[in-house]
């Protein structure tokens, strides 16, 4: 933090002295200060004057740069905090105090069939957010829906051009929840396990592509260690260091209870969501989630990565009661946003045809599984 204020407050040679005693101060008061971030005012100065081309602004006081390690600015926060003297306060402002927020980020992945969207679909996320942030351990910060491409072969599935442009206009005024196409544009299948893979890897590459843009980047000799998936200890050595959002799959408790059926998941990607991405599993009407995960010794050894969340408010609102009702030329206004049922409306598109989709075929899980046995 200091060597990040410094070159803009030592300036001249009075500030010089006024620095050099001030990190004798947080030194002396905080020897762990200097394992982070090891300064030499006098040195800074040199190189600050060697590097600047125009003069600074004398007596500013700057806050500190974007993304300055947190322990160091907590340490130097802690040093300080008795202490009124050159407005250092100041540069502990809102945004360095951000940064000192330990909760893990997570983005709640959904995938399905969305065929059609509910409300049901979106209380998901709601219902999870307010679980995974109440817990004071977790900030969301963003939802993802996945449908599920047509090479999924589930009887009644519509096209997927088609309930992905109902889950977009169903999220179109959500701030936090997406739509994302990319199971749905492929003609295959993906296992869910996959769609994880490449949503935590699109956060890395993102992040790292954020503190690339930052570009205060980590001094030489200080790499980057966390590139792996679901690394969370974030690298202190690296001032621009916090761990990338983690991916969490968010379920039904029917779909964790489909997680025994035999041939549908593969025991190791079972074994992968619950290890290393964790699931958020919402209860469902007919689910005894606990029970299953009673039962299950994967899901037992990993519970503490599995977060169930009781829906009181209950309701047992389905895509496929609602494609029913749509059949039957019942009313399902308010089970799904009304812009879904226009669009419903207007592509005519659940009917006693369309229920006949894939209609005879097995659903591509099985299949693959069949095709090569555990
Ligand atoms: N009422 C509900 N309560 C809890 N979870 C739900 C509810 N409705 C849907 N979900 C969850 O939403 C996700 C996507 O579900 P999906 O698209 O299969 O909808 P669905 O209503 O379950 O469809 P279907 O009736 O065809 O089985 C799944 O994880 C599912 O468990
Ligand atoms: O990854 C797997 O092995 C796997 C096996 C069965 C189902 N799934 C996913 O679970 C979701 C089930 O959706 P649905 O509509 O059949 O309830 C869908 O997104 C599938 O891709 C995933």
């Given at each position: 933090m200091l060597s990040a204020i410094a070159p803009r407050t030592c300036c001249d040679p009075s500030s010089q002295v006024l620095m050099l005693g001030l990190s004798r101060i947080v030194l002396t008061l905080c020897p762990r200060f200097s394992r982070y971030r090891p300064w030499d005012p006098s040195s800074a100065c040199r190189r600050w004057y060697r590097n600047q081309s125009r003069a600074p602004i004398r007596g500013l006081v700057l806050p500190p740069?974007?993304?300055?390690?947190t322990r160091s600015s907590q340490w130097a926060q802690n040093c300080i905090s008795n202490r009124n003297s050159l407005h250092l306060r100041s540069w502990f402002s809102a945004e360095a105090m951000e940064k000192s927020d330990s909760r893990m980020e997570v983005v709640l992945l959904a995938t399905g069939s969305f065929n059609p969207i509910t409300v049901m679909h979106l209380r998901l996320f709601e219902l999870a957010r307010d679980y995974l942030q109440g817990t004071g351990k977790y900030k969301v910060v963003k939802g993802i829906i996945s449908p599920v491409s047509d090479g999924y072969k589930k009887k009644g599935l519509v096209e997927g051009c088609h309930r992905l442009a109902m889950a977009q206009l169903a999220t179109e005024n959500s701030d936090w929840i997406e739509v994302d196409p990319w199971e749905c544009s492929k003609k295959e299948w993906t296992e869910t396990a996959l769609a994880l893979r490449h949503y935590q890897q699109q956060q890395i590459s993102t992040d790292n592509g954020e503190i690339r843009e930052k570009k205060s980047g980590c001094r030489k000799g200080q790499k980057r260690k966390r590139n792996h998936i679901c690394q969370d200890v974030p690298d202190y050595n690296c001032p621009e260091s916090k761990a990338p959002p983690q991916v969490k799959l968010l379920c039904g408790a029917d779909i964790l209870e489909s997680l025994?059926?035999?041939?549908?998941?593969k025991p190791e990607h079972v074994n992968e969501i619950v290890s290393s991405f964790g699931l958020v599993c919402i209860t469902r009407m007919g689910s005894n989630a606990q029970k299953f995960i009673y039962e299950s010794d994967v899901l037992w050894k990993h519970r503490h990565n599995i977060h169930l969340v009781e829906e009181w408010i209950t309701n047992d609102i389905s895509s496929t009661k609602v494609r029913r009702a749509l059949r039957r030329g019942m009313s399902v206004r308010y089970l799904v946003p009304d812009s879904v049922l226009d669009y419903i409306k207007k592509h005519d598109l659940y009917n006693e045809e369309s229920e006949e989709k894939n209609s005879g075929l097995t659903l591509e899980p099985f299949l693959r599984n069949s095709e090569n046995p555990q």
């Open positions: 740069q974007r993304g300055a390690s025994g059926v035999p041939n549908l998941w």
